[in-house]
Nanobody
Framework: QVQLVESGGGSVQAGGSLRLSCAVSGYTISTYCMGWFRQAPGKEREEVARINTFGDTIRADSVKGRFTISRDNAKNTLYLQMNSLKPEDTAMYYC????????????????????WGQGTQVTVSS
């Protein structure tokens, strides 16, 4: 049974940092392309960052230079380090994997959410 469990969210002031974790069970984390997504109330879901099976990463323009996606294969856990947080980063954050994605899952490929977690709330106050 596949499970993705996010943690690490919380409330911080603008300029602060948080590290989100996504503990994966049921498959080896490096098998599929994975990503972090977020959704704020009244807004569409947005992909924040992705990591392919080779460890290459892509980040959305809105978080470049501030967020870093990584994974620990030994712990089978995906991370999102978020620095210099802004109020507009406030959202529910989800990790997800795409079982059908090509190994490189480059920027032209739209990640599909085959498996996803319950989400963790991030709130940034000004």
């Amino acid at each position: 049974q596949v499970q993705l469990v996010e943690s690490g969210g919380g409330s911080v002031q603008a300029g602060g940092s948080l590290r989100l974790s996504c503990a994966v069970s049921g498959y080896t984390i490096s098998t599929y392309c994975m990503g972090w997504f977020r959704q704020a109330p009244g807004k569409e879901r947005e992909e924040v960052a992705r990591i392919n099976t080779f460890g290459d990463t892509i980040r959305a323009d809105s978080v470049k230079g501030r967020f870093t996606i990584s994974r620990d294969n030994a712990k089978n856990t995906l991370y999102l380090q978020m620095n210099s947080l802004k109020p507009e980063d406030t959202a529910m954050y989800y990790c997800a994997s795409d079982r059908g994605a090509p190994a490189y899952c480059g920027g032209a490929y739209q990640l599909k959410l085959t498996y996803w977690g319950q989400g963790t709330q991030v709130t940034v106050s000004s």
